[in-house]
């Protein structure tokens, strides 16, 4: 890498920080992705819970109405 005090160097630093001023909108992109892919997954575990309360509760009144 160029001595960063040169106008070479300097240049070296400006492209670097350019190319990663470039991929931030791609990062931005990538993490609402796996934002909406979290969000997805608790949503499935809040309606895997509600099911299985439910069930819990049939079981019980099934045992209940057994005895």
Same mark, same amino acid.
């Given at each position: 890498?160029?001595?960063?005090?040169?106008?070479?160097?300097?240049?070296a630093? *400006? %492209?670097? *920080?350019? %190319?990663?001023?470039?991929?931030?909108? *791609?990062?931005?992109?990538?993490?609402?992705?796996?934002?909406?892919?979290v969000?997805?997954?608790?949503?499935?575990?809040?309606?895997?819970?509600?099911?299985?309360?439910? *069930?819990?509760?049939?079981?019980?009144?099934?045992?209940?109405?057994?005895r």
């Amino acid at each position: 890498m160029p001595n960063p005090l040169t106008r070479e160097g300097l240049q070296a630093e *400006l %492209a670097l *920080l350019r %190319a990663q001023l470039d991929g931030l909108p *791609l990062m931005h992109r990538a993490i609402t992705v796996l934002q909406q892919g979290v969000r997805a997954v608790r949503n499935d575990i809040a309606f895997i819970r509600a099911n299985v309360a439910t *069930l819990e509760a049939r079981i019980k009144l099934i045992e209940e109405s057994g005895r």
